[in-house]
Protein backbone atom coordinates (compact mmCIF):
# COMPACT_ATOMS: atom_id res chain seq x y z
CA UNK A 1 0.00 0.00 0.00
CA UNK A 2 0.99 3.67 -0.66
CA UNK A 3 2.50 5.81 1.83
CA UNK A 4 -0.18 7.89 3.39
CA UNK A 5 2.20 11.14 4.70
CA UNK A 6 2.85 13.03 8.12
CA UNK A 7 1.24 14.14 10.76
CA UNK A 8 1.31 13.05 14.78
CA UNK A 9 0.84 9.50 15.76
CA UNK A 10 -2.99 9.30 15.54
CA UNK A 11 -3.40 11.32 12.15
CA UNK A 12 -1.11 8.50 10.74
CA UNK A 13 -2.65 6.02 12.20
CA UNK A 14 -5.97 6.94 10.97
CA UNK A 15 -5.17 7.32 7.19
CA UNK A 16 -3.20 4.58 7.27
CA UNK A 17 -6.29 2.51 8.18
CA UNK A 18 -8.54 4.71 6.52
CA UNK A 19 -6.75 3.88 3.17
CA UNK A 20 -6.18 0.07 4.17
CA UNK A 21 -10.34 -0.23 4.39
CA UNK A 22 -10.82 1.42 0.93
CA UNK A 23 -8.10 -0.59 -0.78
CA UNK A 24 -9.87 -3.80 0.55
CA UNK A 25 -13.40 -2.37 -1.41
CA UNK A 26 -14.78 0.05 1.12
CA UNK A 27 -17.33 2.72 -0.80
CA UNK A 28 -19.32 3.98 2.18
CA UNK A 29 -18.99 5.26 5.41
CA UNK A 30 -21.28 7.21 7.74
CA UNK A 31 -19.75 9.57 10.38
CA UNK A 32 -21.19 11.49 13.78
CA UNK A 33 -19.61 14.53 14.86
CA UNK A 34 -17.20 13.93 17.84
CA UNK A 35 -13.64 15.06 19.35
CA UNK A 36 -12.27 11.68 20.19
CA UNK A 37 -12.68 10.36 16.36
CA UNK A 38 -11.41 13.64 14.78
CA UNK A 39 -8.85 11.84 13.31
CA UNK A 40 -10.92 9.24 11.27
CA UNK A 41 -13.38 11.37 10.09
CA UNK A 42 -10.54 13.91 8.75
CA UNK A 43 -8.95 10.64 7.05
CA UNK A 44 -12.12 9.79 5.53
CA UNK A 45 -13.12 13.55 4.32
CA UNK A 46 -9.93 13.82 2.80
CA UNK A 47 -9.58 10.58 0.90
CA UNK A 48 -10.47 9.90 -2.35
CA UNK A 49 -12.80 6.74 -3.57
CA UNK A 50 -15.24 7.04 -0.81
CA UNK A 51 -18.39 8.25 -0.30
CA UNK A 52 -18.80 10.00 3.27
CA UNK A 53 -22.46 10.44 5.02
CA UNK A 54 -22.80 12.69 7.59
CA UNK A 55 -25.29 12.31 10.79
CA UNK A 56 -26.09 14.09 13.55
CA UNK A 57 -27.54 11.04 15.73
CA UNK A 58 -25.50 7.52 16.33
CA UNK A 59 -28.36 5.19 16.15
CA UNK A 60 -29.93 6.56 13.09
CA UNK A 61 -26.59 6.60 11.72
CA UNK A 62 -25.68 2.93 12.05
CA UNK A 63 -29.30 2.16 10.95
CA UNK A 64 -28.81 4.13 8.01
CA UNK A 65 -25.32 1.94 7.22
CA UNK A 66 -27.00 -0.75 7.78
CA UNK A 67 -29.36 0.24 4.73
CA UNK A 68 -26.68 0.83 2.35
CA UNK A 69 -24.96 -2.54 3.12
CA UNK A 70 -28.28 -4.32 2.75
CA UNK A 71 -28.79 -2.51 -0.87
CA UNK A 72 -25.11 -2.91 -1.73
CA UNK A 73 -24.32 -5.61 -0.40
CA UNK A 74 -20.86 -4.52 0.40
CA UNK A 75 -19.27 -3.69 3.92
CA UNK A 76 -19.86 -0.17 4.95
CA UNK A 77 -17.79 1.59 7.57
CA UNK A 78 -19.34 3.45 10.69
CA UNK A 79 -17.19 5.81 12.72
CA UNK A 80 -18.39 7.76 16.31
CA UNK A 81 -16.47 9.07 19.28
CA UNK A 82 -15.93 7.63 22.45
CA UNK A 83 -18.22 7.00 25.05
CA UNK A 84 -22.07 6.29 25.12
CA UNK A 85 -21.98 7.09 22.00
CA UNK A 86 -20.57 3.76 20.60
CA UNK A 87 -23.26 1.88 22.71
CA UNK A 88 -25.82 3.78 20.37
CA UNK A 89 -24.60 1.10 17.53
CA UNK A 90 -25.61 -1.81 19.33
CA UNK A 91 -29.23 -2.04 18.05
CA UNK A 92 -27.88 -2.25 14.37
CA UNK A 93 -24.58 -4.41 15.25
CA UNK A 94 -27.65 -6.96 16.55
CA UNK A 95 -29.65 -6.74 13.24
CA UNK A 96 -26.40 -7.04 11.03
CA UNK A 97 -25.43 -10.23 12.80
CA UNK A 98 -28.86 -11.97 12.63
CA UNK A 99 -29.46 -11.41 9.11
CA UNK A 100 -25.68 -11.29 7.68
CA UNK A 101 -24.70 -7.67 6.60
CA UNK A 102 -21.62 -6.50 6.25
CA UNK A 103 -20.57 -3.18 8.77
CA UNK A 104 -17.04 -2.26 9.87
CA UNK A 105 -17.80 -0.62 12.90
CA UNK A 106 -14.85 1.94 13.91
CA UNK A 107 -15.57 3.37 17.24
CA UNK A 108 -12.97 6.13 18.35
CA UNK A 109 -11.82 5.75 22.40
CA UNK A 110 -8.88 7.09 24.80
CA UNK A 111 -6.15 5.52 25.89
CA UNK A 112 -6.28 2.42 27.77
CA UNK A 113 -4.63 4.13 30.97
CA UNK A 114 -7.79 6.69 31.51
CA UNK A 115 -10.62 3.70 32.09
CA UNK A 116 -11.85 3.35 35.27
CA UNK A 117 -10.37 6.20 37.00
CA UNK A 118 -13.32 8.79 35.85
CA UNK A 119 -11.87 10.31 32.94
CA UNK A 120 -14.24 12.34 30.81
CA UNK A 121 -16.85 9.98 27.92
CA UNK A 122 -14.74 7.15 28.93
CA UNK A 123 -16.31 3.62 29.19
CA UNK A 124 -15.12 0.26 28.35
CA UNK A 125 -15.29 -0.55 24.21
CA UNK A 126 -13.34 -3.27 24.06
CA UNK A 127 -15.57 -5.83 22.58
CA UNK A 128 -18.37 -4.31 23.39
CA UNK A 129 -20.49 -6.13 21.25
CA UNK A 130 -19.84 -9.57 22.43
CA UNK A 131 -20.88 -12.16 20.12
CA UNK A 132 -23.07 -10.04 17.80
CA UNK A 133 -19.83 -9.32 15.65
CA UNK A 134 -17.33 -11.66 13.34
CA UNK A 135 -13.91 -10.28 14.86
CA UNK A 136 -12.82 -7.11 17.34
CA UNK A 137 -9.78 -5.84 17.77
CA UNK A 138 -8.57 -2.89 20.81
CA UNK A 139 -6.39 -1.15 18.87
CA UNK A 140 -3.80 0.68 21.27
CA UNK A 141 -3.08 4.43 20.95
CA UNK A 142 -0.20 4.92 18.16
CA UNK A 143 3.03 6.04 19.29
CA UNK A 144 4.63 6.54 15.57
CA UNK A 145 6.88 3.06 15.67
CA UNK A 146 8.46 2.23 12.55
CA UNK A 147 6.17 -0.95 12.38
CA UNK A 148 2.63 0.87 13.23
CA UNK A 149 1.84 1.31 9.70
CA UNK A 150 1.81 -2.56 9.06
CA UNK A 151 -0.15 -3.24 11.91
CA UNK A 152 -2.87 -0.69 10.84
CA UNK A 153 -3.08 -1.68 7.22
CA UNK A 154 -3.54 -5.39 8.49
CA UNK A 155 -6.05 -4.79 10.68
CA UNK A 156 -8.23 -2.14 7.83
CA UNK A 157 -7.95 -5.31 5.35
CA UNK A 158 -8.81 -8.30 7.50
CA UNK A 159 -11.68 -6.39 9.02
CA UNK A 160 -13.05 -6.18 5.80
CA UNK A 161 -12.17 -9.72 4.91
CA UNK A 162 -13.82 -10.81 8.31
CA UNK A 163 -16.88 -8.58 7.38
CA UNK A 164 -17.61 -10.55 3.94
CA UNK A 165 -17.80 -13.90 2.35
CA UNK A 166 -18.48 -16.68 3.25
CA UNK A 167 -20.17 -15.54 6.43
CA UNK A 168 -21.18 -11.49 6.61
CA UNK A 169 -21.47 -9.56 9.35
CA UNK A 170 -20.03 -6.76 11.73
CA UNK A 171 -16.65 -6.27 12.64
CA UNK A 172 -15.68 -4.15 15.47
CA UNK A 173 -12.30 -2.03 15.67
CA UNK A 174 -12.29 0.00 18.58
CA UNK A 175 -9.32 2.64 18.52
CA UNK A 176 -7.76 4.66 20.73
CA UNK A 177 -6.37 7.82 20.40
CA UNK A 178 -3.96 9.96 22.39
CA UNK A 179 -3.51 13.56 22.02
CA UNK A 180 -2.22 15.48 19.70
CA UNK A 181 -5.63 14.47 17.55
CA UNK A 182 -4.36 16.58 14.81
CA UNK A 183 -1.28 18.90 13.29
CA UNK A 184 -1.93 22.59 13.50
CA UNK A 185 -2.96 23.83 10.28
CA UNK A 186 -0.81 23.61 7.25
CA UNK A 187 1.88 22.23 9.51
CA UNK A 188 2.05 18.58 7.64
CA UNK A 189 -0.08 18.87 4.01
CA UNK A 190 -1.72 15.83 3.28
CA UNK A 191 -0.87 14.36 0.20
CA UNK A 192 -3.74 13.85 -1.49
CA UNK A 193 -2.25 11.65 -3.88
CA UNK A 194 -1.31 8.68 -1.54
CA UNK A 195 -5.06 8.71 -0.36
CA UNK A 196 -5.66 6.84 -3.21
CA UNK A 197 -7.50 3.96 -2.97
CA UNK A 198 -5.33 0.36 -4.35
CA UNK A 199 -7.29 -1.85 -6.88
CA UNK A 200 -9.65 -3.80 -4.04
CA UNK A 201 -8.55 -7.43 -3.73
CA UNK A 202 -11.64 -10.45 -5.00
CA UNK A 203 -13.81 -10.93 -3.02
CA UNK A 204 -14.10 -14.47 -1.49
CA UNK A 205 -16.95 -17.04 -2.39
CA UNK A 206 -19.24 -18.58 -0.07
CA UNK A 207 -17.91 -22.41 0.26
CA UNK A 208 -20.56 -24.70 -1.31
CA UNK A 209 -22.01 -27.68 0.68
CA UNK A 210 -20.75 -31.02 1.92
CA UNK A 211 -21.52 -33.28 -0.88
CA UNK A 212 -21.82 -35.87 2.17
CA UNK A 213 -24.48 -34.18 3.63
CA UNK A 214 -26.60 -33.87 0.31
CA UNK A 215 -26.31 -37.22 -0.11
CA UNK A 216 -27.43 -38.00 3.51
CA UNK A 217 -30.62 -35.58 2.43
CA UNK A 218 -30.97 -37.54 -0.91
CA UNK A 219 -31.12 -40.68 1.33
CA UNK A 220 -33.12 -39.31 3.85
CA UNK A 221 -36.13 -38.02 1.70
CA UNK A 222 -35.82 -41.21 -1.28
CA UNK A 223 -39.18 -42.15 -1.35
CA UNK A 224 -41.19 -39.10 -0.78
CA UNK A 225 -44.23 -38.14 -2.59
CA UNK A 226 -45.45 -35.17 -1.04
CA UNK A 227 -42.64 -32.62 -0.88
CA UNK A 228 -42.62 -28.72 0.31
CA UNK A 229 -40.24 -25.96 -0.05
CA UNK A 230 -40.35 -23.04 2.37
CA UNK A 231 -38.23 -19.96 1.29
CA UNK A 232 -37.82 -17.57 4.29
CA UNK A 233 -36.42 -14.36 4.68
CA UNK A 234 -33.02 -13.09 3.47
CA UNK A 235 -31.31 -10.05 3.52
CA UNK A 236 -29.85 -10.63 -0.25
CA UNK A 237 -32.98 -12.54 -1.10
CA UNK A 238 -32.57 -16.02 -1.94
CA UNK A 239 -31.55 -18.00 -5.62
CA UNK A 240 -34.70 -17.81 -6.93
CA UNK A 241 -33.79 -19.83 -11.03
CA UNK A 242 -31.82 -22.76 -8.14
CA UNK A 243 -34.80 -22.96 -6.20
CA UNK A 244 -37.92 -22.98 -8.26
CA UNK A 245 -35.26 -25.75 -10.45
CA UNK A 246 -35.39 -27.45 -7.62
CA UNK A 247 -39.17 -27.29 -7.28
CA UNK A 248 -39.80 -28.56 -10.77
CA UNK A 249 -37.59 -30.95 -10.45
CA UNK A 250 -39.49 -32.69 -7.34
CA UNK A 251 -42.63 -31.78 -7.93
CA UNK A 252 -42.54 -29.53 -4.53
CA UNK A 253 -45.19 -26.49 -4.52
CA UNK A 254 -42.64 -23.51 -2.70
CA UNK A 255 -44.40 -21.65 0.15
CA UNK A 256 -42.39 -18.48 -0.17
CA UNK A 257 -41.88 -15.36 2.11
CA UNK A 258 -42.68 -12.02 0.78
CA UNK A 259 -39.37 -11.40 2.01
CA UNK A 260 -37.39 -14.43 -0.02
CA UNK A 261 -37.25 -12.48 -3.28
CA UNK A 262 -39.50 -15.57 -4.88
CA UNK A 263 -42.46 -13.85 -4.80
CA UNK A 264 -41.96 -11.72 -8.02
CA UNK A 265 -39.63 -11.29 -10.65
CA UNK A 266 -39.03 -13.47 -14.07
CA UNK A 267 -38.38 -16.57 -12.84
CA UNK A 268 -40.75 -19.57 -12.47
CA UNK A 269 -43.75 -18.80 -10.64
CA UNK A 270 -45.79 -21.99 -11.46
CA UNK A 271 -45.39 -23.34 -7.71
CA UNK A 272 -45.09 -20.48 -6.11
CA UNK A 273 -47.54 -20.17 -2.72
CA UNK A 274 -48.18 -16.93 -0.91
CA UNK A 275 -51.62 -17.51 0.63
CA UNK A 276 -50.38 -20.25 3.14
CA UNK A 277 -50.67 -18.27 5.84
CA UNK A 278 -54.58 -18.25 5.71
CA UNK A 279 -54.43 -21.27 4.52
CA UNK A 280 -52.67 -23.36 7.18
CA UNK A 281 -54.97 -21.35 9.99
CA UNK A 282 -57.78 -24.13 8.93
CA UNK A 283 -57.58 -27.25 10.17
CA UNK A 284 -58.55 -29.02 6.93
CA UNK A 285 -54.55 -27.73 5.99
CA UNK A 286 -53.37 -31.16 8.07
CA UNK A 287 -55.84 -33.31 5.41
CA UNK A 288 -52.64 -31.69 2.54
CA UNK A 289 -49.25 -32.25 5.20
CA UNK A 290 -46.61 -33.10 3.76
CA UNK A 291 -44.55 -36.30 3.99
CA UNK A 292 -41.27 -33.92 3.38
CA UNK A 293 -40.24 -30.16 4.09
CA UNK A 294 -36.84 -28.37 2.37
CA UNK A 295 -36.14 -25.42 4.05
CA UNK A 296 -33.59 -21.99 2.88
CA UNK A 297 -33.30 -19.13 4.39
CA UNK A 298 -34.35 -17.50 7.93
CA UNK A 299 -38.07 -19.05 9.39
CA UNK A 300 -40.74 -17.44 7.69
CA UNK A 301 -42.37 -14.08 8.68
CA UNK A 302 -46.15 -16.42 9.40
CA UNK A 303 -46.71 -17.65 12.89
CA UNK A 304 -49.36 -19.67 11.72
CA UNK A 305 -46.89 -21.29 9.23
CA UNK A 306 -44.31 -21.44 11.88
CA UNK A 307 -46.84 -23.53 13.78
CA UNK A 308 -47.90 -25.60 11.34
CA UNK A 309 -44.40 -26.67 10.55
CA UNK A 310 -43.46 -27.54 14.16
CA UNK A 311 -46.82 -30.00 14.16
CA UNK A 312 -45.51 -32.07 11.46
CA UNK A 313 -43.68 -34.39 14.08
CA UNK A 314 -43.18 -37.18 11.40
CA UNK A 315 -42.19 -35.63 8.75
CA UNK A 316 -38.45 -35.17 7.77
CA UNK A 317 -37.80 -31.52 7.62
CA UNK A 318 -34.13 -30.45 5.65
CA UNK A 319 -33.14 -27.22 6.49
CA UNK A 320 -30.66 -25.32 4.15
CA UNK A 321 -29.05 -22.83 5.43
CA UNK A 322 -25.86 -20.59 4.39
CA UNK A 323 -22.16 -20.95 5.41
CA UNK A 324 -21.68 -21.22 9.85
CA UNK A 325 -25.90 -20.78 10.37
CA UNK A 326 -27.69 -23.17 11.69
CA UNK A 327 -31.54 -21.12 12.12
CA UNK A 328 -33.67 -23.77 13.06
CA UNK A 329 -35.58 -22.18 16.42
CA UNK A 330 -38.07 -24.68 16.82
CA UNK A 331 -35.62 -27.34 16.27
CA UNK A 332 -37.85 -29.14 13.58
CA UNK A 333 -34.59 -29.97 11.58
CA UNK A 334 -34.07 -33.59 10.45
CA UNK A 335 -30.90 -32.74 8.97
CA UNK A 336 -29.08 -29.55 8.35
CA UNK A 337 -27.20 -28.76 5.08
CA UNK A 338 -25.12 -25.59 5.35
CA UNK A 339 -23.31 -23.80 2.22
CA UNK A 340 -24.44 -21.80 -0.83
CA UNK A 341 -27.51 -22.18 -1.33
CA UNK A 342 -27.79 -21.64 -5.02
CA UNK A 343 -25.46 -24.90 -5.09
CA UNK A 344 -27.45 -26.65 -2.57
CA UNK A 345 -30.73 -26.41 -4.92
CA UNK A 346 -29.26 -27.21 -7.91
CA UNK A 347 -27.22 -30.37 -6.28
CA UNK A 348 -30.32 -31.62 -4.63
CA UNK A 349 -32.09 -31.21 -8.07
CA UNK A 350 -29.78 -33.41 -9.55
CA UNK A 351 -29.67 -36.18 -6.71
CA UNK A 352 -33.16 -36.19 -5.55
CA UNK A 353 -35.17 -38.52 -7.58
CA UNK A 354 -38.95 -38.52 -6.12
CA UNK A 355 -41.92 -39.55 -7.51
CA UNK A 356 -44.57 -36.88 -6.67
CA UNK A 357 -47.66 -36.60 -5.93
CA UNK A 358 -49.04 -34.04 -9.13
CA UNK A 359 -52.54 -34.25 -7.32
CA UNK A 360 -51.49 -33.32 -4.27
CA UNK A 361 -49.12 -30.21 -5.35
CA UNK A 362 -51.90 -29.36 -7.56
CA UNK A 363 -54.49 -29.18 -4.84
CA UNK A 364 -51.99 -26.75 -2.94
CA UNK A 365 -51.41 -24.37 -6.31
CA UNK A 366 -55.22 -24.55 -7.06
CA UNK A 367 -55.88 -23.35 -3.02
CA UNK A 368 -53.40 -20.95 -3.14
CA UNK A 369 -54.70 -19.10 -6.03
CA UNK A 370 -58.67 -19.50 -4.50
CA UNK A 371 -57.19 -18.14 -1.36
CA UNK A 372 -54.74 -15.21 -2.55
CA UNK A 373 -57.42 -14.28 -5.24
CA UNK A 374 -60.30 -14.13 -2.11
CA UNK A 375 -57.79 -11.79 0.10
CA UNK A 376 -57.09 -9.30 -2.38
CA UNK A 377 -61.12 -8.78 -3.05
CA UNK A 378 -61.93 -9.08 0.47
CA UNK A 379 -59.15 -6.17 0.91
CA UNK A 380 -61.14 -3.99 -1.47
CA UNK A 381 -64.33 -4.72 -0.20
CA UNK A 382 -64.31 -2.77 3.62
CA UNK A 383 -65.84 0.41 3.63
CA UNK A 384 -63.38 1.39 6.73
CA UNK A 385 -59.57 2.10 6.16
CA UNK A 386 -58.08 -1.59 6.01
CA UNK A 387 -54.18 -1.95 6.91
CA UNK A 388 -53.69 -4.76 4.49
CA UNK A 389 -54.98 -2.82 1.75
CA UNK A 390 -52.08 -0.92 1.28
CA UNK A 391 -49.63 -3.67 -0.01
CA UNK A 392 -52.41 -4.75 -2.57
CA UNK A 393 -52.60 -1.25 -3.96
CA UNK A 394 -48.70 -0.44 -3.78
CA UNK A 395 -48.09 -3.79 -6.05
CA UNK A 396 -50.58 -3.00 -8.61
CA UNK A 397 -49.39 1.09 -8.58
CA UNK A 398 -45.88 0.68 -8.27
CA UNK A 399 -43.41 1.02 -11.51
CA UNK A 400 -41.16 -2.46 -11.94
CA UNK A 401 -37.69 -2.07 -9.91
CA UNK A 402 -39.53 -0.27 -7.13
CA UNK A 403 -38.44 -1.18 -3.93
CA UNK A 404 -40.57 -1.71 -1.07
CA UNK A 405 -39.11 -1.85 2.88
CA UNK A 406 -41.82 -2.71 5.68
CA UNK A 407 -41.15 -1.89 9.50
CA UNK A 408 -41.92 -4.46 11.74
CA UNK A 409 -44.95 -5.46 14.06
CA UNK A 410 -48.33 -5.24 11.18
CA UNK A 411 -46.35 -4.27 8.19
CA UNK A 412 -44.16 -7.01 6.98
CA UNK A 413 -47.17 -9.74 8.01
CA UNK A 414 -49.62 -7.40 6.37
CA UNK A 415 -47.11 -7.70 3.21
CA UNK A 416 -46.63 -11.41 3.82
CA UNK A 417 -50.62 -12.09 3.98
CA UNK A 418 -51.40 -9.67 0.82
CA UNK A 419 -48.26 -9.43 -1.72
CA UNK A 420 -49.34 -11.70 -4.97
CA UNK A 421 -47.15 -14.05 -6.93
CA UNK A 422 -46.38 -11.25 -9.46
CA UNK A 423 -43.72 -11.15 -12.72
CA UNK A 424 -43.65 -7.76 -12.05
CA UNK A 425 -39.96 -7.37 -10.00
CA UNK A 426 -40.61 -5.54 -6.88
CA UNK A 427 -38.02 -6.13 -4.07
CA UNK A 428 -39.16 -6.24 -0.47
CA UNK A 429 -36.88 -5.48 2.41
CA UNK A 430 -37.02 -5.63 5.82
CA UNK A 431 -34.95 -5.54 9.13
CA UNK A 432 -36.32 -9.43 10.37
CA UNK A 433 -33.18 -9.89 12.32
CA UNK A 434 -33.85 -9.33 15.55
CA UNK A 435 -37.45 -8.07 13.98
CA UNK A 436 -37.35 -4.82 16.14
CA UNK A 437 -39.11 -1.41 15.57
CA UNK A 438 -35.87 0.45 15.76
CA UNK A 439 -33.90 2.22 13.32
CA UNK A 440 -36.49 1.49 10.37
CA UNK A 441 -36.69 5.13 8.57
CA UNK A 442 -32.44 5.34 8.61
CA UNK A 443 -32.39 1.53 7.54
CA UNK A 444 -35.20 2.85 4.59
CA UNK A 445 -33.27 6.01 3.71
CA UNK A 446 -30.63 4.04 2.98
CA UNK A 447 -31.10 1.57 1.12
CA UNK A 448 -33.16 4.36 -1.22
CA UNK A 449 -29.70 6.56 -1.27
CA UNK A 450 -27.92 4.19 -3.56
CA UNK A 451 -30.58 1.80 -5.65
CA UNK A 452 -31.50 4.60 -7.75
CA UNK A 453 -35.17 3.37 -8.11
CA UNK A 454 -38.27 4.53 -6.56
CA UNK A 455 -38.48 3.29 -2.78
CA UNK A 456 -41.81 3.16 -0.31
CA UNK A 457 -41.50 2.78 2.96
CA UNK A 458 -44.69 0.96 5.01
CA UNK A 459 -44.63 2.10 8.54
CA UNK A 460 -46.32 1.79 12.00
CA UNK A 461 -46.77 4.94 13.98
CA UNK A 462 -44.50 3.51 16.93
CA UNK A 463 -41.81 2.30 14.87
CA UNK A 464 -42.23 5.65 13.17
CA UNK A 465 -41.79 7.28 15.86
CA UNK A 466 -38.84 5.67 17.25
CA UNK A 467 -36.48 6.95 14.46
CA UNK A 468 -37.96 10.36 13.94
CA UNK A 469 -33.96 11.64 14.17
CA UNK A 470 -33.69 9.62 11.07
CA UNK A 471 -35.26 11.93 8.86
CA UNK A 472 -32.75 14.53 9.20
CA UNK A 473 -30.50 12.54 6.35
CA UNK A 474 -33.49 13.00 3.64
CA UNK A 475 -33.02 16.63 3.40
CA UNK A 476 -28.87 16.12 3.80
CA UNK A 477 -28.62 14.16 1.53
CA UNK A 478 -30.86 14.53 -1.09
CA UNK A 479 -32.55 11.33 -0.65
CA UNK A 480 -36.20 10.66 -2.42
CA UNK A 481 -38.28 8.39 0.08
CA UNK A 482 -42.22 8.04 0.13
CA UNK A 483 -42.88 7.01 3.78
CA UNK A 484 -46.54 5.29 3.93
CA UNK A 485 -47.15 6.37 7.76
CA UNK A 486 -49.75 3.42 8.78
CA UNK A 487 -51.23 5.36 11.81
CA UNK A 488 -53.50 3.27 14.49
CA UNK A 489 -52.60 5.53 17.22
CA UNK A 490 -50.53 2.86 19.62
CA UNK A 491 -49.53 -1.15 18.95
CA UNK A 492 -51.47 -3.12 16.67
CA UNK A 493 -50.13 -6.41 16.83
CA UNK A 494 -51.42 -6.59 20.26
CA UNK A 495 -54.75 -6.95 19.39
CA UNK A 496 -53.73 -10.53 18.20
CA UNK A 497 -52.30 -11.62 21.31
CA UNK A 498 -53.69 -12.66 24.84
CA UNK A 499 -52.95 -9.42 26.48
CA UNK A 500 -55.91 -7.71 24.37
CA UNK A 501 -57.99 -10.12 26.79
CA UNK A 502 -57.14 -8.28 29.84
CA UNK A 503 -59.10 -4.62 29.45
CA UNK A 504 -58.10 -3.16 32.67
CA UNK A 505 -54.32 -3.40 31.49
CA UNK A 506 -54.40 -3.58 27.77
CA UNK A 507 -54.61 -0.07 26.29
CA UNK A 508 -52.46 1.93 28.62
CA UNK A 509 -49.46 -1.24 29.03
CA UNK A 510 -49.83 -2.91 25.87
CA UNK A 511 -51.71 -0.48 23.13
CA UNK A 512 -49.64 2.46 24.03
CA UNK A 513 -51.65 5.51 22.37
CA UNK A 514 -49.02 7.98 21.61
CA UNK A 515 -51.63 10.75 20.10
CA UNK A 516 -48.47 12.25 18.33
CA UNK A 517 -49.13 14.61 15.38
CA UNK A 518 -46.42 13.23 12.97
CA UNK A 519 -47.13 16.04 10.06
CA UNK A 520 -44.98 18.37 12.44
CA UNK A 521 -42.15 16.07 12.56
CA UNK A 522 -42.54 15.87 8.09
CA UNK A 523 -42.52 19.13 7.93
CA UNK A 524 -39.46 19.69 10.65
CA UNK A 525 -37.14 17.86 8.77
CA UNK A 526 -38.02 19.38 5.38
CA UNK A 527 -40.71 16.77 3.96
CA UNK A 528 -43.94 16.84 2.46
CA UNK A 529 -46.93 15.75 4.73
CA UNK A 530 -50.30 14.40 3.31
CA UNK A 531 -53.12 12.70 5.48
CA UNK A 532 -54.75 10.05 2.75
CA UNK A 533 -58.30 10.26 3.10
CA UNK A 534 -58.85 7.20 0.72
CA UNK A 535 -57.68 4.73 -1.86
CA UNK A 536 -58.51 7.20 -4.40
CA UNK A 537 -55.97 9.55 -3.22
CA UNK A 538 -53.77 7.15 -2.00
CA UNK A 539 -52.81 5.80 -5.74
CA UNK A 540 -52.89 9.50 -6.90
CA UNK A 541 -49.97 10.04 -4.65
CA UNK A 542 -48.07 7.34 -5.18
CA UNK A 543 -48.28 7.42 -8.84
CA UNK A 544 -47.07 11.29 -8.13
CA UNK A 545 -43.36 11.17 -8.93
CA UNK A 546 -41.47 12.39 -5.47
CA UNK A 547 -38.34 14.29 -4.62
CA UNK A 548 -37.18 13.89 -1.00
CA UNK A 549 -39.22 13.36 1.77
CA UNK A 550 -42.76 12.61 1.44
CA UNK A 551 -45.28 11.26 4.28
CA UNK A 552 -48.64 9.60 3.48
CA UNK A 553 -50.33 9.09 6.41
CA UNK A 554 -53.21 6.46 6.46
CA UNK A 555 -54.92 6.41 9.50
CA UNK A 556 -56.72 3.17 11.23
CA UNK A 557 -58.72 1.83 13.19
CA UNK A 558 -56.95 -0.42 15.70
CA UNK A 559 -59.99 -2.83 16.55
CA UNK A 560 -61.64 -2.57 13.03
CA UNK A 561 -58.16 -4.06 11.81
CA UNK A 562 -58.08 -7.04 14.00
CA UNK A 563 -61.84 -8.15 12.70
CA UNK A 564 -61.55 -6.79 9.31
CA UNK A 565 -57.85 -9.62 9.11
CA UNK A 566 -60.40 -12.62 10.69
CA UNK A 567 -62.89 -11.66 7.63
CA UNK A 568 -60.13 -12.18 5.12
CA UNK A 569 -58.85 -15.01 6.67
CA UNK A 570 -62.43 -16.63 6.73
CA UNK A 571 -62.57 -15.53 3.18
CA UNK A 572 -59.75 -16.78 1.94
CA UNK A 573 -60.15 -20.25 3.79
CA UNK A 574 -64.07 -20.44 2.02
CA UNK A 575 -62.46 -19.82 -0.73
CA UNK A 576 -59.91 -22.00 -0.37
CA UNK A 577 -61.55 -25.36 1.37
CA UNK A 578 -65.13 -24.67 0.46
CA UNK A 579 -65.45 -27.81 -1.35
CA UNK A 580 -64.20 -30.30 1.40
Given at each position: ??????????????????????????????????????????????????????????????????????????????????????????????????????????????????????????????????????????????????????????????????????????????????????????????????????????????????????????????????????????????????????????????????????????????????????????????????????????????????????????????????????????????AVVTGDPAATALMLAERLILQADDTWARSWTSRDRKAAAAMRE????????????????????????????????????????????????????????????????????????????????????????????????????GIDLTIVLVNNNGGGIFHYLPQAAHPDIFEEWFATPGNVEFGR????????????????????????????????????????????????????????????
Amino acid sequence: MAETGGGVPSEQAARTLVAALIAAGVRHVCITPGSRSTPLTIAFARAEGIRCWLHLDERSSSFFALGLAKATCEPVALVCTSGTAAANFLPAVVEANLTRVPLIVLTADRPARLRDIGADQTIDQSAMFGSNVRWARDLPAASGGADEQAFYEACGVRAVRQSIAPHPGPVHLNVAFDEPLISPPNATPVDQHRLKASPAPSRPGTPGPSTGDVEHVARLLAGTRRPIIVAGPESAGLPAAEIMALAGAIGAPVFADALSGLRTGSHDLTNVLTAYDALVRDQRAKGLAPDAVIRFGAPPTSKSLNQYLAGLTSTVQVLCDGWASWRDPSATASAVVTGDPAATALMLAERLILQADDTWARSWTSRDRKAAAAMREQSRGFQATFEGRVFVELQDALEAGSTVFVGNSMPVRDLDSFADASPKPLQFLANRGANGIDGVVSTALGVAAVTGRPTILVIGDLSFYHDMNGLWAAARHGIDLTIVLVNNNGGGIFHYLPQAAHPDIFEEWFATPGNVEFGRAALMYGGQYVVVENWDEFRVHIAAPVRGLRVLEVRTEREANVHMHRVAWAAAAQAAWGDT
